[in-house]
């Protein structure tokens, strides 16, 4: 059973370029986590979703950063006209639904790490 | 304001010399309490979820153990394959709270032959 899939596993952009960063869950699971891991710091939420749906995106900056999950194929979390700033590692997780018991742990994929020269 | 603080921040070891590390947390509600491994470079990964106070979950060397204000992860006679970053978080209940995780800094681990 393969693990939760982001790609790519590296970007580099330049300033004011868009960065498109692409995750697919465990198998069977409809629920996806972004995280954001800036250098020297903790994991930090950005956004929930299900499919079609965004379920709490209150830790995303408001400007610039957009995320969806489509009924077919990955969740993506797009960044635009990206700054020095935005370098970090990013974290897609996902799980089995989003209740106590277990079902709710979260599943981390390796992470993509973009750097913005 | 919900928070996990983790200590130590870093914790060198002798190969089978036995610790602990701490997970404290002052939240509103807590649904969830997750165990974390992150390799340099990888992606977390789960070790284990404790939901209440005197629950216990044991694997291999790791044992971690829960009360009402803080979270241990007990390392047994760890081994150089041990040493990583391990990382704390909780999950919480009400309004707002979907299950999104608020993680702790984290405590690097480094085990020495």
């Known amino acids: 059973n393969a693990g939760v899939m982001q790609n790519p596993r590296h970007l580099v952009r330049r300033r004011g370029q868009e960065a498109r960063l692409r995750c697919s869950p465990m198998?069977?699971?409809?629920?996806v986590y972004w995280y954001r891991q800036l250098p020297e710091e903790g994991l930090k939420f950005m956004v929930y979703l299900q499919k079609e749906n965004i379920i709490d995106e209150s830790g995303m900056p408001k400007e610039r950063f957009s995320a969806e999950f489509p009924k077919e194929g990955p969740s993506i979390l797009r960044i635009q006209q990206v700054v020095r700033g935005d370098s970090a590692a990013y974290f897609c997780?996902?799980?089995?639904?989003?209740?106590?018991?277990?079902?709710?742990?979260?599943?981390f994929g390796p992470g993509t790490r973009l750097t913005v020269l | 304001e919900d928070q996990v603080t983790q200590s130590p921040e870093a914790l060198r070891l002798q190969e089978g010399e036995s610790s602990s590390l701490n997970c404290s947390y002052t939240v509103s509600g807590l649904r969830g309490l997750f165990w974390y491994r992150q390799d340099p470079g990888k992606g977390p990964e789960f070790l284990f979820t404790?939901?209440?106070a005197g629950e216990e979950k044991e694997k291999e060397r790791l044992k971690a153990t829960i009360t009402k204000k803080e979270s241990f992860l007990h390392i047994t006679a760890p081994k150089p394959e041990d040493s990583a970053t391990y990382l704390c978080?909780?999950?919480?209940?009400?309004?707002?709270?979907?299950?999104?995780?608020?993680f702790g800094q984290g405590t690097t681990l480094q085990v020495k032959p």
């Open positions: 978080a909780v999950s919480l209940y009400g309004s707002g709270n979907t299950g999104k995780l608020i």
């Open positions: 997780a996902s799980s089995l639904q989003a209740g106590r018991g277990g079902a709710d742990t979260q599943y």
């Open positions: 198998k069977g699971h409809s629920h």
């Open positions: 404790l939901y209440s």
